[in-house]
Each structure stands twice: as C-alpha cells, then as structure tokens.
C-alpha cells in the first residue's frame, strides 16, 4: 500500500513539474541575452545584473554600426584661405612665383619635322637649275626678280626681300615696316605694298659704285646683302590665290571665265566646285593674276644669288635664323596662321577637300601648269606622304619628269620677268 501510494505521488509530482516546464516554454519559448534577465528567477542577482549590462552595451554597439559616422574636419588643414591671425582682414599672402614652365621646343611637329637647313636647300635649288638647263645668267651675274624690297635704314640691316606673292609676302612687309619705326599693331598696318615705302635699291647701286669706282652691276650691289626669298606650294599657293583673291573679294566667289568649265556654277555652289573651275580657269590661261603664276620665274630662283629660299611652310621656324644675321631679332615677325605652322593639318584637310573636284586631267595640267616650281624647288604633290613640304628624297624625275616638253628640255633662253618689266607694288 505504502510503495502503490509512492508511486502515483511521484508520478503527479512529475506531471506538475512537467506542466510547469511546458508553461515557461510556451510564454518564453526562447530565451536570449535580452530576456534573460526576465526569467532571472533562474540566476543569482548578481549573475542577472552582469548579463543584463552586458546586453544594454551590445544593443548600443549594435545602433551605433546602423547609424554612419560623421567626419570631423579639421577647418585649418582643409581651408586652402591663410589663418586671419597670420595676414588680417584685407591682407593677402605674399605671391608665390610660379613654376617654371616645361620648355616646349616642338610645339609644332609636322611643320617642325619638315624644316629643311638652309644649306640643303640653296645646294638642291642650284643642282635641280644645273640639271634642266634653268640657269641663264652669266657666271657671276645676278637678275633680277620682280620685286627687291630693302628697308630704309638698310645699311643697319644689310636686308634685301624679294617679294613673291601669296607666300607670305604682307607679313614680311609689315615685318619691314616695324624694322623702320612702325610702332602700330601689325592687324592696322594696311596699304603696306607700294615699293616707295621702302628704302630704294639705286641707294645701294651708288654707295657700292662709290666704292668699286665704276658703275655696279646686280650681282655687285646686292653682294654684301642678306638675299631672302619666300616659296609655298603652288597646290596650296593656288587655294590662297582663290581664296583671296575669289572668294574673300567677289559677291558670288566666281569669276565670269569659270563659267565657260562649270555653267552650272552659283552663289550656292560649293567652295570646292567653285575650286575645281577656278584652278581650271588658270591652267588654261583663261584667268590670269600674278597671285597665281608659277613662282620659280618671278623671284628669278636660278639666277640670283640668294641666302635664303625659305618656305611658307615653316617661315616660323626659319624667321629666326634671318634675324640673326641681320640685327633684326628685336623685332617681332607678325606671321599668319600659315607661316606659324598652325594651319597644317587644316591646310592637308582643306587641299583634299578642294582637290576632290578637280578630274585627273585637270590635275595633270595643274602639274604641268607649276612643273617647275614642283621641279626646282622640291615640292610634293597631293598624294605625297609629306605633302605640303618639301622633300627631297622623291624621284623628280618620275614625278614630274613625263611633263616636259621637248621645248622644256632645250630650254635656251629666259623666260621670266625682264628688269624693266618690274612693278611698283604687288597689287592684283
């Protein structure tokens, strides 16, 4: 009796004990750090006290992670203005000099790449002259091209320009103006083409007859002078003349003999199909100007004594050296775009595009047209690699040399300008 009574009181005590359980479960499944302090019936005081501290701090730690932490700035590392107790109100910092630039010696390099030494090319214009029989003055004389230019205060200057349209020649006489006393800026000097505004070339012709005691020949007057020249082109000498000449100065950019190669031509007519008919225009002779004439003739290339041939090209780059060798560095050469070397790229762009119109059979005769300035000069055509430059490494004679005729190559006398034929300015 006693043990069946045992048993079933500890078979209830077990159940109460189990339902209990089952309660806590039910109201607090689960229980964390942050509950625990809840059923703390569980721990000493002590314990509960810790734990639950120890969750208040996670929890914090936990906002502080969610919440992003602001930057602190230090105003006096961050402000790039100077502290007020070191330079007050009004004040400013002493200047700080400024670095030194990098020195840019090519600031140019298709134009750079292209300059040809003085020497290399006065030695190649004398062999090509030599060689097609183009030289028709007597050993040691000297003719004369169409226009000498020297400054009124030659003597200081030993200078002596021949004056070469479209290749420059407004800046150089600007250059002349500024080298006797012209103060103005170069972009007001205008009218600068009339030979009286020079020096006179018979001022020379006296003082040397003064000092060889009989009467000066060419050859004798300009013998202790800087002989300087300019050269381009014709390809792209051409394009300045149309441009210049045509469409910067006629309403409609046409002249009535380009009507009889394109009766189609108008106001709206594109500059290049305008081109096209010009260049054909002058090729055939049915629009003359001076501006467009083949060059090698009127600066007198074989048959005058000349220092310097230089090229529209890289005048900027060879201005340098005629400054030098005649007291004239202090004075600014004023240069367009072109003869800055600026234009290059645009001017390859720009001879494609108007080039485009023009058929191959009118090419040829453009090519033929200026064959000596392409010949005697070194110039390249359209489809050279180094167009507009020179070169002197092409094959002339493949080039050029199928254009000659048969007058070309008994070429006996002299075909350009005679001295008295020469102008008093380079007006059109």
């Given at each position: ?96 000099p400024k670095p030194a630039e990098p020195e840019v010696k090519h600031k140019i390099p298709d134009s750079f790449q292209h300059v040809k030494d003085t ?83 018979s001022e020379v012709y006296d003082e040397v007859e003064q000092e060889l005691g009989h009467e000066a020949q060419l050859s004798d007057a300009v013998k ?104 004239t560095t202090q004075y600014e050469f004023p240069g367009s775009r072109s003869e800055q070397g600026q234009d290059s790229v645009a001017t390859v762009h ?79």
């Amino acid at each position: 009796m006693y043990v069946h009574i045992t048993r079933r009181a500890l078979l209830a005590l077990f159940i109460v004990l189990f339902g209990f359980c089952l309660f806590v479960l039910v109201v607090n499944p689960f229980p964390t750090m942050n509950n625990i302090g809840a059923t703390n019936i569980f721990l000493s005081p002590s314990t509960a006290d810790i734990i639950s501290t120890d969750s208040e701090t996670e929890a914090e730690d936990e906002v502080k992670k969610s919440k992003p932490e602001k930057k602190v700035i230090d105003l006096a590392i961050s402000s790039p203005q100077p502290s007020t107790t070191l330079y007050p109100h009004g004040k400013k910092p002493p200047a700080q000099p400024k670095p030194a630039e990098p020195e840019v010696k090519h600031k140019i390099p298709d134009s750079f790449q292209h300059v040809k030494d003085t020497k290399d090319v006065l030695e190649f214009v004398h062999r090509q002259c030599k060689k097609y029989n183009r030289i028709t003055a007597a050993p040691g004389e000297a003719k004369k091209p169409r226009m000498l230019l020297v400054p009124k205060d030659w003597r200081e200057h030993m200078l002596v320009y021949a004056s070469n349209p479209k290749t420059g020649s407004t800046s150089f006489k600007k250059w002349l103006h500024r080298i006797q006393g012209e103060t103005i800026p170069f972009d007001e000097m205008h009218g600068v083409h009339g030979m009286k505004q020079y020096g006179q070339l018979s001022e020379v012709y006296d003082e040397v007859e003064q000092e060889l005691g009989h009467e000066a020949q060419l050859s004798d007057a300009v013998k202790d002078l800087y002989k300087l020249v300019a050269i381009r082109n014709p390809l792209t000498r051409l394009m300045s003349g149309f441009r210049d000449k045509i469409l910067r100065r006629t309403e409609t950019g046409i002249k009535p003999p380009m009507f009889e190669f394109n009766p189609d031509l108008n106001a709206n007519s594109t500059d290049a199909e305008k081109y096209a008919a010009f260049a054909e225009a002058v090729v055939t002779e049915k629009l003359s100007n001076l501006h467009f004439t083949e060059q090698w003739s009127k600066t007198k290339i074989c048959d005058f004594p000349y220092d310097m041939i230089m090229q529209t090209e890289t005048t900027n780059l060879q201005i340098k050296e005629v400054q030098e060798h005649t007291n004239t560095t202090q004075y600014e050469f004023p240069g367009s775009r072109s003869e800055q070397g600026q234009d290059s790229v645009a001017t390859v762009h720009l001879a494609h595009e108007f080039y485009s119109k023009v058929s191959p059979e009118v090419m040829e005769k453009i090519y033929k047209y200026y064959r000596w300035d392409f010949i005697l000069m070194g110039y390249t055509k359209l489809d050279n690699p180094n167009f507009p430059y020179l070169d002197f490494n092409q094959d002339i004679d493949k080039e050029f040399g199928y254009l000659l005729t048969e007058e070309d190559r008994n070429f006996g006398s002299d075909l350009a300008l005679d001295d008295e034929e020469s102008p008093t300015d380079d007006s059109p």
